[in-house]
């Protein structure tokens, strides 16, 4: 009975070990990656990502190549494609990040911004070799064009990058939010196997609750008052805020599937 808690903690040991004694993973001696001079320009803005753990505002950019990848079984970026990720820190108070009107973050002026670029020609990543992602290379500048990451340390960024697997070209969020419609905002509650996790949400007036529909199928969030709002049929994978100015309870349930039922306790 106690075996399996006591093989954890030493499997767990010897991979951090493996990791201390090996060398720095390869990665391309040259940068072709290429600072994005005029991304705010000449790049189309594809999403925004509020992300909560870092209090950053993650706005991502892509060049014609990248905004024309079109959702398919997989997604392929075009040779050419240009990703470039201007992450940003939050306004902040010791609540944590100060939203908008929307109930998004906001971009904190006093920070510059770093630039994650990534580009992927033909060829491209050979030298990340075990790590490879497809065609792509990275590197990370400040706005005045110096370095964050070199594409000698870049291998960071095609180690993690991996996780986001071949079925999206290596990229992680691009499909749900730029394609799919999610809004990038911070999620509040889901909708999930036929429930809205979680079932209650407290909120202040005025503020926002922003739904993901995390499941397979549609849903939607209709007033339990006959006659109240109905948010219309969420798709897989879309999102909808909503604002709540009034203090009270709103009971909702979804359409489609009666028992799903949920409610947001807006206090004064
Ligand atoms: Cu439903």
């Not at 005029?38 to 060049?63: A, E, W």
């Not at 990848?69 to 392929?76: A, P």
């Not at 419609?181 to 209650?200: E, H, I």
């Amino acid at each position: 009975m106690n075996r399996l808690l006591l093989l954890t903690p030493i499997a767990g040991l010897t991979f951090f070990a493996t990791l201390a004694t090996s060398q720095a993973p390869p990665a391309p001696a040259v940068d072709r990656v290429g600072f994005p001079a005029d991304y705010k320009t000449s790049m189309k803005v594809l999403y925004r990502f509020d992300r909560q753990d870092t209090r950053q505002v993650r706005t991502i950019y892509g060049n014609a190549a990248a905004a024309a990848v079109e959702q398919g079984k997989g997604l392929t970026y075009p040779y050419g494609s240009v990703l470039v990720m201007e992450t940003w820190a939050a306004i902040t108070a010791a609540s944590g990040p100060v939203l908008d009107a929307d109930g998004r973050f906001q971009q904190n002026p006093a920070v510059a911004p770093t630039l994650f670029v990534m580009r992927k020609e033909r060829g491209f990543g050979e030298e990340y070799k075990q790590n490879r992602n497809g065609e792509w290379e990275y590197a990370a500048y400040r706005v005045d064009g110096t370095y964050q990451t070199t594409p000698q340390n870049s291998a960071s960024c095609a180690i993690c990058h991996l996780q986001a697997g071949a079925v999206t070209d290596w990229t992680f969020r691009v499909q749900p939010l730029y394609l799919k419609g999610q809004t990038g905002a911070n999620v509040d509650a889901v909708m999930r196997d036929y429930k809205f996790l979680p079932g209650v949400v407290r909120v202040k007036a005025g503020a926002t609750v922003t739904f993901v529909n995390d499941d397979l199928v549609q849903h939607t969030i209709t007033d339990r008052v006959a006659g109240g709002g109905d948010s219309g049929l969420i798709d897989a994978g879309k999102s909808l805020t909503l604002k709540f100015t009034e203090p009270g309870e709103f009971n909702f349930r979804c359409r489609l599937h009666n028992n799903m039922t949920g409610v947001v306790v807006v206090e004064p």
